[in-house]
């Protein structure tokens, strides 16, 4: 295992042990960064221990010792430096470690995006740069608001605990969104492939533990619909590979099936929502024997049942167009040119494919030009380049 991948997996137990332990964010994260910074230093020598997290939690624990006894003023201090010095962990009604920070990080008392950010920030190691362009916000935005939600934890005096199993619904719908954008980060980029699957087996313990919770089943049900693919999204040169030009022989059908038999019986409890509705839409696509059977009809029907984001808007425009006619999807994609999808570099992506439709190459070169620019990844700049030779060849 690199250090990457060790830093990838433990980041977030380190720090969360840390904060539970002394209430503040800034010491936490600041103790870790010391401790893998030591690691750096001493593991290419010594080799990586037996138990790297245990080593990498000891060594920030130490750390945070060292501080709080230079710092520390009466019982309060005092009381925290015996706290991490006497550490011992309850029984939980939540059985994995991941899972359960997750439900820490999620406490409500902070807004939903705050929640989700912060657990994203903690939990996965992801920047704030990644964790803006999840949420299409500037990264000082973001900064700002991971700052506000630290203070806050801190200066309110937030308990960083596990909730008792009674506490955990209201906690829900903010672990599915931190495993959502989890799944999403290591679909979208290869090099970041293992967010996926750890999404994917944190989202199957999550039904395990409540299996009355339809959303979660959806949204496990979403994740493997899209996990079922992932071998076909790329071309041999890491260019991106857009669905219609597939290969569907290649897709998991054990995963499409337990998608959809996982989507059904959510379905069956009568209570729909985003996440299953997603998941209906990638069963529309996983389930098409060819790219024309796709029903983009009904696909653009679910869109509409989504909470209408940007994002949902810019992806039911594409279904209409699909569905009644490019120059009917490339009217509603201009109507999004002005708001909030602007620098989101599927907008002129899009908007480039429909003048590729209508067979309109030198407008459609501009616009793949303009999507190269804010493209994220090498595999979607690659498919970006690919498409503007042949429009350019086309004008």
């Known amino acids: 295992m690199t250090f990457e991948e060790i830093y990838r997996q433990e980041w977030g137990q380190v720090v ?81 470690d991941r899972l359960r920070l997750m439900f820490t990080c999620c406490h409500p008392a902070l807004a939903m995006e705050a929640r989700v950010a912060l657990t994203l920030r903690t939990l996965a190691g992801l920047s704030t740069t990644e964790i803006a362009r999840a949420f ?29 199993a009674h506490l955990l619904p209201e906690r829900t719908p903010a672990v599915l969104a931190v495993l959502y954008l989890l799944f999403n980060e290591g679909y979208s980029d290869v090099v970041r492939s293992n967010l996926s699957g750890e999404a994917i087996r944190l989202a199957r313990l999550l039904v395990q533990l409540m299996p009355d919770e339809p959303e979660a089943a959806g949204l496990l049900a979403l994740m493997l619909l899209h996990d079922a693919r992932r071998d076909t999204r790329l071309a041999p040169d890491g260019a991106l590979v857009t669905l219609d030009e597939q290969d569907r022989t290649k897709w998991d059908n054990t995963r499409i099936t337990e998608g959809v038999d996982l989507l059904d019986a959510a379905l069956r409890r009568g209570e729909p929502g985003p996440y299953q509705v997603q998941a209906a839409i990638a069963a529309c696509h996983a389930t098409a024997r060819t790219a024309a059977d796709t029903d983009w009809p009904q696909i653009a029907a679910l869109y509409a049942q989504l909470p209408q984001t940007p994002v949902v808007a810019l992806n039911r425009a594409v279904a209409i167009g699909m569905a009644d006619g490019p120059a009917v999807g490339l009217r509603l994609v201009e109507e999004l040119a002005a708001g909030p999808l602007l620098g989101y570099h599927l907008l002129p992506a899009t908007r480039a494919d429909f003048l590729r439709r209508l067979n309109r190459p030198t407008e459609a070169a501009t616009a793949y030009r303009e999507a190269l620019t804010q493209a994220t990844t090498e595999a979607e700049r690659l498919y970006l380049e690919k498409r503007l030779r042949e429009v350019s060849v086309q004008g």
């Open 136 to 164: 299409l916000v500037p990264e000082t935005t973001m900064s700002k608001r991971l700052t506000r939600a630290k203070q806050k934890i801190q200066h309110a005096g937030i308990p960083y605990r596990v909730p008792p």
């Open 16 to 96: 969360a042990t840390l904060i539970r332990l002394t209430g503040n964010w800034e010491l936490a994260e600041e103790c870790a960064q010391e401790a893998f910074a030591a690691a750096l230093e001493r593991w290419p020598n010594d080799g990586v221990p037996h138990r790297p997290g245990a080593w990498l939690t000891t060594t920030a624990r130490n750390r945070a010792i060292d501080w709080l006894r230079r710092e520390a003023v009466g019982a309060q201090k005092l009381q925290e430096v015996a706290a991490l010095t006497h550490d011992s962990e309850p029984p939980y009604d939540v059985p994995d």
